[in-house]
């Protein structure tokens, strides 16, 4: 695959990625601001809104009608929270040029279409805020998400945990903000949050594709004035409290959640880890079917429904999550820093080791074979800084010995817990 980057202006970037063997041409925007939490409902909002229609296709019929002409293009969007940095993500797809009946230009065409949804937004008459109608419907949508979200018990909990593990910082607000936030909004006020975003935001520009697409430097560089940015901060390890926080909810559920947030204690030491070695040092723990959480918890002492690991790099975090029923809830977290203390011990075998590592350097040799994985990854490299392609980011995943797995294990300190029980009906 060929990647060539090009800075357009000013806080513009653009990413081509070229490889023959895709069909399809993908555009994807990045718009990255600063987190505030006190405008995440707002800037949720004006995301939400832009793609359904536009001043030139102002209904939801034209827009479809549009992206049938552009022989079934999509549009899609979505917004996330990397470190301290709130994006939004919007993304057109369609078939290759070469592909068209008539020698239709699809790849220009689909990128005029998702500029005309992000530059121009279809607006109330007077032209000082969103369309009342376009408002409506998507505020409706956010406030039955954030009602709706009790009833998923597993992303509530995940909730839960950040609330408590990331008290205090950024991290510990959901990217959509409060109901109360969602409510106090007008059609105005999403509209000035909105070119809040299109005035402040880095932007960064993916492309897609099988072959170059020399017309989008300029009609990307025409459509993004320069601005000037501050460094968005990605990387901002959350510190390790003195005392495990441990937060307790009843509710009127058949299965347990139990949540755990480990961090990389301050030891003075933590700086020489690497966001590889913590990566592995997670598989190993729980975030493969072969690891020491799914092996020993799940499968030989069956304490719970599921029981995994995930890696928060950006925020030197690793977090187990697990479903449990109720009168084996103590037995399972007792178990689960068991497990830790074998690897902090070195107490597992190296083939575990080498299965963690064929793991994930299979997964990275994979990601070039979709669009939106090539995306993902080179979105990977860019906010670490870290300009080193797959074969050399295998080549440190090969380097990860069993010496760093048991020194990031001891560095693991049990900072929060997050429990969802039964609630007594007695």
């Not at 409506?136 to 995940?158: C, F, H, P, T, V």
Request: charged share 25%; aromatic share 8%.
């Amino acid at each position: 695959m060929k990647e060539i980057t090009e800075q357009l202006c000013d806080g513009v970037q653009l990413i081509l990625l070229t490889e023959p063997k895709f069909k399809t041409s993908h555009i994807k925007v990045i718009m990255s601001m600063p987190a505030q939490p006190e405008k995440y409902a707002g800037w949720n909002l004006a995301h939400s809104i832009l793609l359904n229609s536009c001043e030139k296709y102002p209904s939801i019929a034209k827009m479809s009608e549009k992206m049938q002409e552009l022989y079934g293009a999509n549009l899609d969007s979505n917004i996330t929270i990397l470190g301290d940095v709130f994006q939004l993500h919007f993304t057109v797809s369609a078939i290759a040029d070469v592909y068209a009946l008539h020698q239709e230009t699809l790849r220009r065409e689909s990128a005029e279409l998702l500029l005309e949804c992000i530059l121009h937004p279809l607006r109330n008459p007077e032209q000082t805020g969103f369309s009342e109608r376009a408002f409506q419907m998507e505020l409706q949508n956010l406030l039955d998400a954030i009602d709706g979200e009790i009833n998923n018990k597993r992303s509530y909990a995940s909730k839960k945990l950040r609330e408590i593990a990331f008290s205090g910082e950024v991290a510990a607000y959901p990217y959509y903000g409060t109901k109360e936030s969602a409510l106090a909004l007008t059609p105005e006020s999403v509209y000035q949050a909105y070119k809040e975003i299109l005035k402040q935001s880095e932007i960064l520009i993916y492309y897609v594709g099988a072959e170059d697409a020399p017309e989008l430097k300029d009609l990307f560089r025409n459509a993004f004035s320069p601005r000037t940015v501050t460094k968005r901060r990605y990387a901002v390890p959350s510190p390790c409290k003195p005392e495990v926080r441990t937060l307790r909810e009843s509710m009127d559920v058949n299965q347990s959640q139990l949540l755990m947030a480990f961090k990389i204690k301050d030891t003075g030491t933590e700086q020489n880890m690497t966001p590889e070695q913590l990566r592995m040092t997670s598989l190993l723990f729980g975030g493969a079917p072969f690891s020491l959480l799914f092996s020993n918890i799940r499968e030989k002492m069956s304490l719970c429904y599921y029981c995994s690991s995930k890696d928060i790099s950006l925020k030197n975090t690793l977090v187990v999550s697990s479903g449990v029923s109720p009168e084996n809830l103590e037995k399972t977290k007792q178990a689960i820093l068991d497990q830790l203390e074998l690897l902090r011990n070195g107490e597992f075998e190296l083939d575990l080791l080498e299965n963690a590592r064929r793991y994930v350097i299979n997964a990275l040799r994979l990601a070039g074979d979709t669009p939106s994985s090539c995306m993902t990854e080179s979105l990977e490299r860019y906010i670490r800084e870290d300009h080193a392609g797959i074969p050399q980011r295998i080549a440190l995943f090969k380097q990860v010995t069993r010496e760093d797995i048991i020194r990031t294990a001891n560095a693991l300190q049990l900072d929060s817990v997050y429990i969802l029980e039964q609630e007594d009906k007695a």
